[in-house]
């Protein structure tokens, strides 16, 4: 089978499912429209989970300025009642995938530096300035009518695509792929701003006469959004001096800041009725797109791409089923529609319909984070958040479906680094409290390829992060994408686990 997959789409999600699918071996082919790189700055705020998809594309180091978490403890979100008082304040918290919980980020300098990853990659070939116009597909693979912008047309072969070209995909329409949802009422002015003195907490004010989110993100740009009226939207989307002064009501010195761009833009809540034609998937904004009130969109996006490249890799290579790739929409639809319905219940409580309705609802929350449990809950970061994943690709274990903790681990020859640095680009398995092979994995189906970590041997957890959350002396068994497949303690009862589960590393759910 070839090992090829042609990726249509150059923003953040195709260039990191690009890299993703070299990572493991694949050769890949990524079309992308417009000519040159554009410095956007769409998205502004992202997780642990993000960064730690950016660590295995190799970025970590050349994006540490492009995003910034703050201190332990800080406040980086405050929601404001009409009349400016705090009543909600999220603080941040120290991730356990090794990186902050809730982190403000230059979309735009991410983007360049993925980009400049993937053409250095000698197993990316980067076709820019061409657009699909068709598609067929076979039993062996699937074919894409590409056409550049003098008219050529020409044909690109892969073993499998996946469209990340955005909410107007236009392989999603040559499908025939509808997107159900709805479109919110309100048009909202999104506007990029120079600034000089930047503010670390977002401000997000749920005023019924002017809803507005304010985050400042790295290299001196602040991100304001307000809600408009009807009559307002075409005069602030034609006329920058009636854009400005909307701007500067939110905050004053946009009155003579620069704006770097605006727009006037009504969100979506939509998902793809099907995420997967024969070979060719839908993936980002493509398959689904949310209003921004959770700040999930790319999140969500880059959970697809390290969900999809891997199994693409394991079925392609031979080390996982085909059939594996039917559980990318298994696993990741459910979250997805979580996160929009989540997305939707903070968009109402940003943007009150009225003054009553508005002290009776923040009321509520204000009491609410009196309760530890409930403060917890309302982070909207971590695993508050996070997927789950209790079908699909996965195995046996009470904690089979949660990400992997990332704790920094001592190795053998006296370094400190990142637990994923020690993973493998296949499956991995890691024994705890364990300090040598004998015993640890003993009958244990260990696939050639895998990646076998034994504690005490290979690495050393100084704070116990992994025996803490999974159990001394428990064995697991960790997808590419950081997930754990399965989970379980051999000294418990090894023969009731393996008569069960014959071949983890094959089982899907």
């Known amino acids: 089978m070839s090992r090829r997959v042609i990726v249509i789409g150059g923003g953040p999600v195709g260039l990191t499912a690009a890299l993703l699918l070299a990572r493991y071996g694949m050769r890949v082919a990524l079309v992308e429209r417009e000519l040159r790189p554009r410095r956007r700055v769409r998205t502004v705020a992202l997780d642990d989970e993000s960064l730690r998809v950016w660590q295995a594309c190799g970025i970590a180091d050349r994006i540490a300025s492009d995003w910034d978490g703050g201190a332990e403890g800080e406040v980086m979100c405050r929601y404001l009642t009409p009349g400016g008082r705090t009543f909600l304040g999220l603080r941040q918290t120290g991730g356990d995938l090794g990186?902050?919980?809730?982190?403000?980020?230059?979309?735009?300098?991410?983007?360049?530096?993925?980009?400049?990853?993937?053409?250095?990659?000698?197993?990316?070939?980067?076709?820019?300035?061409?657009?699909?116009?068709?598609?067929?597909?076979?039993?062996?693979?699937?074919?894409?009518?590409?056409?550049?912008?003098?008219?050529?047309?020409?044909?690109?072969?892969?073993?499998?695509?996946?469209?990340?070209?955005?909410?107007?995909?236009?392989?999603?329409?040559?499908?025939?792929?509808d997107m159900p949802g709805e479109t919110l009422e309100s048009s909202w002015l999104v506007a990029n701003v120079a600034e000089s003195t930047p503010v670390l907490h977002a401000t997000i004010r749920c005023d019924p006469r002017r809803p507005s989110v304010m985050v400042s993100v790295p290299h001196g740009v602040r991100r304001i959004e307000c809600m408009l009226e009807d009559r307002e939207a075409d005069s602030v989307r034609s006329d920058?001096?009636?854009?400005?002064?909307?701007?500067?009501?939110?905050?004053?010195?946009?009155?003579?800041?620069?704006?770097?761009?605006?727009?006037?833009?009504?969100?979506?809540?939509?998902?793809?009725?099907?995420?997967?034609?024969?070979?060719?998937?839908?993936?980002?904004?493509?398959?689904?797109?949310?209003?921004?009130?959770?700040?999930?969109?790319?999140?969500?996006?880059?959970?697809?791409?390290?969900?999809?490249?891997?199994?693409?890799?394991?079925?392609?290579?031979?080390?996982?089923?085909?059939?594996?790739?039917?559980?990318?929409?298994?696993?990741?639809?459910?979250?997805?529609?979580?996160?929009?319905?989540?997305?939707?219940?903070?968009?109402?409580?940003?943007?009150?319909?009225?003054?009553?309705?508005?002290?009776?609802?923040?009321?509520?929350?204000?009491?609410?984070?009196?309760?530890?449990?409930?403060?917890?809950?309302?982070?909207?970061?971590?695993?508050?958040?996070?997927?789950?994943?209790?079908?699909?690709?996965?195995?046996?274990?009470?904690?089979?479906?949660?990400?992997?903790?990332?704790?920094?681990?001592?190795?053998?020859?006296?370094?400190?680094?990142?637990?994923?640095?020690?993973?493998?680009?296949?499956?991995?398995?890691?024994?705890?409290?364990?300090?040598?092979?004998?015993g640890a994995m003993q009958g244990i189906p260990v696939a050639s390829g895998d990646t076998v970590l034994i504690e005490n041997r290979d690495f050393r957890d100084p704070a116990r992060v992994l025996q803490g959350t999974f159990g001394r002396r428990s064995v697991l068994l960790v997808r590419p994408d950081r997930i754990v497949h399965t989970h379980f303690r051999p000294s418990l009862a090894p023969w009731r686990l393996l008569r069960k589960q014959p071949c983890p590393a094959i089982q899907l759910a």
């Open 99 to 177: 990186y902050p919980q809730a982190v403000a980020v230059h979309e735009g300098c991410i983007a360049e530096a993925l980009s400049a990853a993937v053409e250095r990659h000698p197993g990316i070939v980067v076709h820019r300035g061409e657009t699909a116009v068709s598609l067929s597909q076979d039993d062996d693979g699937v074919e894409i009518g590409l056409r550049d912008e003098a008219g050529h047309l020409r044909h690109e072969r892969g073993s499998w695509a996946i469209a990340c070209d955005g909410c107007d995909s236009v392989v999603r329409g040559l499908l025939g792929v």
């Open 240 to 438: 920058e001096g009636a854009a400005r002064a909307m701007l500067a009501s939110v905050w004053p010195e946009a009155a003579r800041a620069e704006i770097i761009e605006r727009a006037v833009l009504r969100f979506d809540a939509r998902i793809a009725r099907r995420w997967r034609v024969g070979r060719v998937f839908l993936a980002g904004d493509a398959a689904h797109v949310s209003p921004p009130f959770a700040g999930q969109g790319l999140a969500a996006g880059l959970r697809d791409a390290a969900n999809l490249a891997f199994k693409m890799a394991g079925a392609a290579q031979g080390w996982l089923p085909t059939a594996v790739l039917e559980t990318y929409e298994r696993e990741r639809r459910p979250h997805q529609e979580r996160l929009t319905r989540l997305a939707l219940r903070l968009g109402r409580l940003m943007t009150p319909r009225s003054m009553a309705a508005a002290l009776a609802t923040q009321g509520i929350v204000r009491a609410a984070t009196a309760l530890p449990f409930a403060d917890r809950m309302l982070h909207l970061r971590g695993r508050a958040v996070r997927p789950r994943y209790r079908e699909g690709f996965i195995g046996a274990g009470r904690l089979a479906g949660d990400y992997l903790p990332q704790p920094k681990v001592g190795t053998v020859d006296g370094q400190v680094r990142m637990l994923d640095e020690l993973l493998g680009e296949r499956m991995t398995w890691i024994a705890l409290g364990r300090g040598s092979e004998r």
